[in-house]
């Protein structure tokens, strides 16, 4: 083992071996830092979504149902996220960057009715999840394409992925092709499957049961 930081290294390391911990209380309960991996988890086979065919929707409870396609989505204002994010198989990962359109500005061009309180999101592949709009607008939920950089992988759901950092990463669905707005909640694959409808990593809602 060498303990001398080597300076051609890259700087991404949040410490060196183990001189300096990460601060504790950037962790949520019964999480741990996953440090410089980024661990992949997908229930299905990692689709290939062509941009030239790309497409999102935003439809169901809304005024003025939305679609735009690869150029169209990029050619919106956009901003992105920096921090962290917390998968409910324990890993946190910190300092993660992300660029894409804020979920205000794709449901803000839908414009949902007055009884809207749900978003089902849709991945091409099937997949589904389930999130009060409240936990969607005001700033904290995205469409992202970009992450640490760079054009976000197949694997981590390119082109583009849901972000939703605040709740457990299996709300921040892969190869998001639709956002449905809905009067009623639907759980989608997982909160199917035991997990908490909602999913706050700071309140541990990690199953079916928990607070
Ligand atoms: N379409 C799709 N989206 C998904 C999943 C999936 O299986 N399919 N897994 C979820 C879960 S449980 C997690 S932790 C994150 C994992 O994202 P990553 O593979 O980029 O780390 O994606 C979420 N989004
Ligand atoms: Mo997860």
């Given at each position: 083992?060498?303990?001398?930081p ?13 001189e ?6 950037r ?24 941009t030239?065919?790309?497409?999102l ?11 735009w ?18 998968c ?7 300092d ?9 500005v794709?449901?803000g ?12 999101v ?10 009060p709009?409240a ?10 394409w ?5 054009e ?9 992925r849901l972000?939703v ?14 956002l ?7 759980p989608?694959?997982?909160?199917n499957?035991g997990?908490h ?6 309140l541990?809602?990690?199953y079916?049961?928990?607070?």
């Amino acid at each position: 083992m060498n303990d001398t930081p080597d300076p051609a290294a890259p700087v991404t390391r949040g410490f060196v071996g183990r001189e300096r911990p990460a601060d504790p209380g950037r962790l949520p309960p019964g999480q741990y830092d996953v440090g410089e991996n980024w661990p992949v988890l997908s229930a299905e086979v990692v689709p290939t979504v062509h941009t030239e065919e790309f497409t999102l929707a935003v439809d169901g409870a809304v005024e003025s149902p939305q679609s735009w396609d690869w150029e169209g989505l990029r050619a919106l204002p956009h901003d992105g996220y920096s921090g962290d994010i917390h998968c409910v198989t324990t890993w946190s990962k910190f300092d993660m960057t992300f660029t894409g359109v804020s979920l205000d500005v794709l449901l803000g061009a839908a414009v949902p009715t007055g009884d809207a309180a749900y978003l089902i999101v849709h991945s091409s592949s099937g997949y589904t999840t389930n999130l009060p709009l409240a936990d969607v607008l005001g700033g904290k939920a995205w469409v992202v394409w970009e992450a640490q950089g760079k054009e976000l992988t197949a694997e981590h759901g390119g082109p583009v992925r849901l972000l939703v950092p605040h709740l457990y990463f299996w709300k921040s669905a892969k190869w998001v092709n639709r956002l449905e707005v809905s009067s009623v909640d639907r759980p989608g694959f997982w909160e199917n499957n035991g997990y908490h409808d909602r999913g706050d990593p700071w309140l541990e809602q990690r199953y079916v049961g928990d607070p």
